[in-house]
């Protein structure tokens, strides 16, 4: 065994692949020699209803922060549930972040440095700790904080598939799940940080544990998560990500052959023979549990206004982000004016897959190329789900007259009242007074 020292963390010499993580800068493989305060505890569940599903809890210092019941399905999305609230965990190692997290961003091993007060409470094992982006929502249309206080499927818990062939996108850390209660939302709180996103050039970072595909959740963070979410903006994030997976040789002696990290592969060659000895999958729990015995907390308490709620419509969902990485768009890398239209020039059966995707990528960025693209779109005469995908991405725009003109002109000439792209042009007025701080 390697884990000979206690409450250890050291970087690995390891190149990693980032090309499958689009929302990801930087990343590190590192080992932990850990209290395992904060750890990952799994049981197979008893219900009729969940058949070959078990209880996944992360807990730190014994409370319950998030709990998931995962299907056999690998492809399948898993219910999530909150735990008792973070708060409760009395837990000295995050109170000490707040300085650190706050500080211009250096380097990501002095990040790694900075938060091992924190990793030292994770089970012994290896990690990747990263550097990027999330979204303030849970990747279906909701704010990240907004939650249902029971078991709710979230799609961002799975891969995604993509029209029109149903192609399998695999899922990398992109959305976010809070583990502490609403009521600690300090407004002052938040509108510092807002301030600070607007004025500094030293963004605040969060810091989430990766949980599943898109999916973390928040150690450290909740009121950053607000202030990016009123100003629209992706929520720079340190992620913790633990091992998801791991291929065996096909052997008798079924060996590792290969680590995933989320979606980054990390070749058993690449490690130390002792750390491929000592890492061991996740234990699973001798004793079954019952999900009518399993206890319900009430994390959300809050009526959100409308700037949270409506917040989430300027970020893409699951599938939109699945089609921006299957097309080749990552919006940590700019497109400048030649790229962008050499994006354009492709093949006639990829136009509306790809052209949805760069909405949605420049939606993301806020990129103001984004009213040309969307109104060549429309005088273009394209097909309908173009044009949808088109007056979608204009909604970000509610006080450009030119837009709103092509708003009025949709609702006057429709004849149908049941037409899909109805709704769409209704709500350019409804949330104009939540947009108005984009541009």
């Not at 002792?274 to 996740?282: D, G, M, N, V």
Request: aromatic share 10%.
């Amino acid at each position: 065994m390697f884990f000979k020292t206690r409450n250890s963390v050291k970087i690995l010499d390891v190149d990693l692949d980032l090309s499958a993580m689009p929302s990801m800068r930087l990343a590190k493989l590192i080992s932990i020699v850990g209290s395992g305060q904060l750890k990952k505890q799994m049981a197979p569940l008893e219900d009729e209803r969940y058949a070959y599903h078990s209880l996944i809890t992360m807990t730190l210092n014994q409370i319950p922060l998030v709990r998931m019941i995962q299907p056999g399905c690998p492809t399948c999305a898993s219910l999530l549930a909150a735990g008792l609230g973070i708060e409760h965990a009395d837990c000295e190692a995050l109170r000490k972040l707040e300085d650190p997290l706050n500080q211009p961003f250096v380097s990501l091993d002095q990040s790694i440095t900075q938060l091992k007060p924190l990793l030292s409470l994770l089970e012994s094992g290896l990690y990747v700790v990263a550097e990027g982006i999330c979204m303030p929502t849970d990747g279906e249309g909701h704010f990240f904080w907004d939650i249902q206080n029971t078991w709710t499927e979230s799609a961002a818990t799975a891969g995604a598939f993509i029209r029109p062939d149903y192609e399998y996108v695999n899922g990398w850390p992109l959305y976010l799940y809070p583990s502490e209660t609403s009521a600690c939302l300090n407004p002052e709180r938040v509108t510092h940080y807002e301030e600070l996103f607007r004025t500094s050039a030293a963004r605040p970072r969060a810091v989430v544990y990766h949980l599943n595909e898109f999916m973390n959740f928040i150690l450290d963070g909740h009121h950053k998560a607000c202030a990016a979410a009123r100003l629209r903006q992706p929520l720079d994030c340190l992620f913790i990500i633990p091992v998801s997976g791991i291929a065996y040789s096909r052997d008798s002696k079924r060996q590792p052959k290969q680590f995933y990290f989320s979606s980054i592969p990390v070749s058993a060659d690449q490690l130390p023979a002792r750390f491929q000895a000592a890492f061991h999958p996740l234990r699973r729990e001798e004793k079954a549990v019952k999900l009518q015995d399993l206890p319900a907390y009430p994390l959300n308490s809050t009526s959100w206004d409308a700037a949270y709620r409506n917040s989430a419509q300027f970020y893409p969902t699951v599938v939109e982000a699945a089609e921006m990485a299957a097309a080749g768009l990552n919006w940590n890398r700019a497109l400048d004016d030649k790229q962008l239209y050499a994006f354009l020039r492709m093949d006639v059966q990829d136009k509306e897959l790809k052209t949805m995707a760069l909405f949605n990528y420049l939606r993301c960025r806020r990129d103001p190329r984004l009213k040309a693209l969307a109104l060549t779109c429309l005088d273009d005469q394209s097909p309908k789900v173009l044009r949808k995908a088109a007056y979608q991405a204009l909604r970000i725009f509610p006080e450009d007259p030119e837009v709103e003109q092509r708003f009025i002109d949709y609702l006057v000439q429709c004849d149908d009242p049941h037409d899909e792209i109805l709704p769409l042009i209704h709500s350019f007025w409804d949330q104009q007074d939540s947009c108005r701080q984009l541009f």
